[in-house]
């Protein structure tokens, strides 16, 4: 167990680790002797510096990239909130082991090894809306979930499958972040008008039923979250006292680091936004946590699709910064 205790994971966010400056500095030296333009490859030079600093090497590399798919179930899909029942969530994590999912074909063209994890399938969370969705035991088991999933990877792509997880995910990032339920409420899995109305009375009464009690990012997680929700969030702490850098998905993924980037804003600083996802709220949350997303492909699938499709950006990125030769390599006249 990582966190043996509630307060044990709110310390390890109290100590974040910080990347290596060295390494970044070697690694912008380096991008500057590169035989190119200075800035010229852009973004790809930014992901380059940024995995050097937490791999704490001038030249990074992804040998074990792993992604974690966490797939839970949701009291709240009880309040029609959801286009899907939630049978859906145990007959899709069948698929993944099956290896008949988008995950399963982005992952291995990302080079990524996969894993699943399912929590509690046949014990959905409470109705957030007339309690806690977890009870302190259960969101610390989540949280624990997470963290013992990481393995030895030197880059972790994160993703989920939950149906009626965007509902949970909306009342997530208005506790962290304030706003209407209006303004981070969207269609999920395809709900129309009524679901989609029905979906702000459900983060409307789950804020309410919660006032005065979202007073820190554990509470939130365990009173309006879901164990997959609570899992991620683990696995990115626990990322982070690794030095491991983190890929996020969408808006359901991103959504585990509301609470946490509320109360220690420096959580985001491993993270790397895979991609802005279809669903509104995800390119919201993404300005009020700073991250700039590396892909916009109007996906919003979830399972760590679009952080695994960002991955072959990264990739991309390292292969110049490793490869490339530099002006005195090649010969070439600097001015």
């Known amino acids: 167990m990582i966190f043996p205790s509630v307060a044990a994971f709110e310390a390890a966010l109290g100590t974040l680790s910080a990347p290596d400056e060295s390494a970044r500095m070697a690694a912008a030296v380096r991008q500057g002797q590169l035989t190119k333009p200075p800035g010229s490859l852009g973004r790809l030079e930014e992901v380059a510096i940024f995995l050097a600093g937490w791999q704490r090497r001038e030249r990074p590399v992804v040998e074990r990239g792993r992604a974690i798919v966490f797939a839970g179930n949701h009291g709240v899909v009880a309040r029609g909130v959801s286009a899907f029942p939630a049978a859906v969530t145990v007959q899709?994590?069948?698929?993944?082991?099956?290896?008949?999912?988008?995950?399963?074909?982005l992952a291995r063209a990302a080079g990524l090894s996969l894993a699943v994890v399912p929590l509690d399938l046949d014990r959905p969370t409470a109705d957030f809306t007339s309690g806690p969705a977890m009870s302190e035991a259960e969101c610390l088991a989540a949280l624990n979930a997470g963290a013992g999933a990481i393995g030895d990877a030197d880059l972790i792509v994160l993703g989920e499958m939950?149906?009626?997880?965007?509902t949970a995910a909306a009342a997530l990032a208005a506790a962290s972040f304030g706003g209407a339920p209006r303004d981070w409420v969207g269609p999920?899995?395809?709900v129309d008008a009524a679901g989609i109305a029905r979906k702000v009375e459900a983060?409307?009464?789950g804020l309410a039923a919660h006032a005065g009690a979202l007073t820190s990012a554990f509470e939130i997680l365990r009173r309006l979250g879901g164990r997959e929700i609570a899992a991620i969030a683990g696995a990115v702490v626990a990322a982070r006292q690794a030095g491991v850098p983190?890929?996020?998905?969408?808006?359901?993924?991103?959504?585990?680091v509301a609470p946490l980037a509320a109360?220690?804003?420096?959580?985001?600083?491993?993270?790397?936004?895979?991609?802005?996802?279809?669903?509104?709220?995800h390119r919201r949350l993404l300005e009020r946590l700073g991250l700039a997303p590396l892909l916009s492909l109007d996906m919003r699938l979830g399972e760590g699709s679009g952080a695994a499709v960002a991955v072959g950006v990264i990739r991309a990125a390292l292969a110049a910064h490793d490869s490339m030769a530099t002006f005195a390599e090649a010969g070439v006249s600097v001015g």
């Not at 939950?162 to 965007?166: A, D, M």
């Not at 983190?246 to 585990?256: E, H, L």
């Not at 109360?263 to 709220?281: F, K, Q, R, V, W």
């Open 203 to 205: 983060v409307a009464a």
């Open 92 to 105: 899709m994590v069948a698929n993944f082991e099956a290896g008949g999912a988008a995950i399963n074909a």
């Open 263 to 281: 109360h220690h804003p420096a959580i985001t600083d491993h993270l790397i936004a895979g991609h802005c996802s279809a669903e509104p709220g």
């Open 162 to 166: 939950g149906i009626g997880n965007s």
């Open 188 to 190: 999920g899995t395809g």
């Open 246 to 256: 983190v890929v996020m998905d969408g808006f359901i993924c991103t959504s585990a």
